[in-house]
């Protein structure tokens, strides 16, 4: 019986063509070669390196420089999120009618997912930000970092539906039951049970499985 529904944030409650994620992007590739001092010849294959195994860039400079945590998500969200987003009555009204727990799941910070739901006008919906920090920098698609999510809700895989713009992070979610919702322009990617564009269409994919228990 489904209970919850987890959502990545970025790139996955707002559209990809916002441009914030691709800011996000620029702004680690900067932070890597100033205050890193990443030789800016490398910095994209590294970054992309970072990404295959760590599953974050966070995560790979904390294992290749032990860089600071704390200055770090500070400053790649150091930006203006009203450029980049606005208000979405749609998504807002589209989780009022979702008879599910909304949990946030992301490989983001919660200062950075909060900042983004409040700009969205959406954050009033979610009981609960399961951040990089609550899960101890164990991130997607670590499998562990699904692990610790179940252990802290008290759920089961197959009580939680999961929706990501990245493959990558759906898989290890599939594999274990969990009901997986891609949310991305490329509809040819595989390895999910759902595809769609954008997040508002996740609500028909609730009403077709029909089996969950009310909040
Ligand atoms: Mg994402």
Known sequence: MLRFFLFDVDDTLYPSHSGLWDVIGERITTYMIERVGVDPRVVNELRKSYLEN?????????????IDVDDYLQYVHDLPLDRYLNPDPALDAMLSRLPLQKIVFTNSDAAHSMRVMNRLGVAHHFSRVIDIRALEFTNKPDPLAYQKVLAMLNATADECIFADDAL????????????????????????????????????????????????
């Open 54 to 66: 760590f599953g974050t860039a966070l995560n790979g400079l904390r294992h290749d420089y032990g």
């Open 168 to 215: 990558r992070n759906l898989r290890p979610a599939k594999a274990i039951g969990m009901t997986t919702i891609l949310v991305n322009n490329d509809l040819s990617l595989d390895g999910v049970d759902y595809k769609v564009r954008s997040v508002l269409e996740v609500e028909e994919i609730v009403e077709s499985l029909g089996n969950f228990k009310a909040r």
